[in-house]
T-cell receptor, first 113, second 112 residues
């Protein structure tokens, strides 16, 4: 089976940097993804790491260490609009060539002015 | 705009009633998925369809059935709704050249 652990809440102030950690257990690991979800909205894709290392996309970066079954999402220069839930998700190799996505329970980020 | 369309957006059912949630994507994606989201539980996979003509169970399939009608459409059916199925349901799709899933806007279902 799959299990993912991430903190339930994180708070920070505008302009700060915040890191959301994710540890996972899975069979047939294929990649680690991050999604953002605002209240009442749909999850939207942020990043994907299949190999070890850091991926940077604007203010957001994501890191993966497959040997440690660990990853994180780094958000820089925080803005009020970054207040949302952030989910890590593991893609496994089962079911199809594109695998299946299993989500953590989410981290609620609150950005204060 | 290209994307995933879900209908209806809101629904209230009485216990024992049946209904079908509709999902369609216009991105020519092969794989489609149904998730449910409950407070504090994240998103849990109900059923998925790796390609047209195939479907398979996810983490929480009990009480649900699915149909992959064609490449575009993937429906989720509740045959006899129960209060435990009160949730927000999301449909998602992905194609072979993508890294991330595209989600629909969700169906908020209440079973009373």
């Amino acid at each position: 089976g799959q299990s993912l652990e991430q903190p339930s809440e994180v708070t920070a102030v505008e302009g700060a940097i915040v890191q959301i950690n994710c540890t996972y257990q899975t069979s047939g690991f294929y990649g680690l993804s991050w999604y953002q979800q605002h209240d009442g909205g749909a999850p939207t894709f942020l990043s994907y790491n299949a190999l070890d290392g850091l991926e940077e996309t604007g203010r957001f970066s994501s890191f993966l260490s497959r040997s440690d079954s660990y990853g994180y999402l780094l958000l820089q220069e925080l803005q009020m609009k970054d207040s949302a839930s952030y989910f890590c998700a593991v893609r496994d190799r089962g079911g199809s060539t594109l695998g299946r996505l299993y989500f953590g329970r989410g981290t609620q980020l609150t950005v204060w002015p | 705009n290209a994307g995933v369309t879900q209908t209806p957006k809101f629904q209230v059912l009485k216990t024992g009633q049946s209904m079908t949630l509709q999902c369609a994507q216009d991105m020519n994606h092969n794989s489609m998925y149904w998730y449910r989201q409950d407070p504090g539980m994240g998103l849990r996979l109900i059923y998925y369809s790796a390609s047209e003509g195939t479907t398979d169970k996810g983490e929480v399939p009990n009480g649900y059935n699915v149909s992959r009608l064609n490449k575009r459409e993937f429906s989720l059916r509740l045959e006899s709704a129960a209060p435990s199925q009160t949730s927000v349901y999301f449909c998602a799709s992905i194609g072979p050249l993508n890294y991330g899933y595209t989600f629909g806007s969700g169906t908020r279902l209440t079973v009373v």
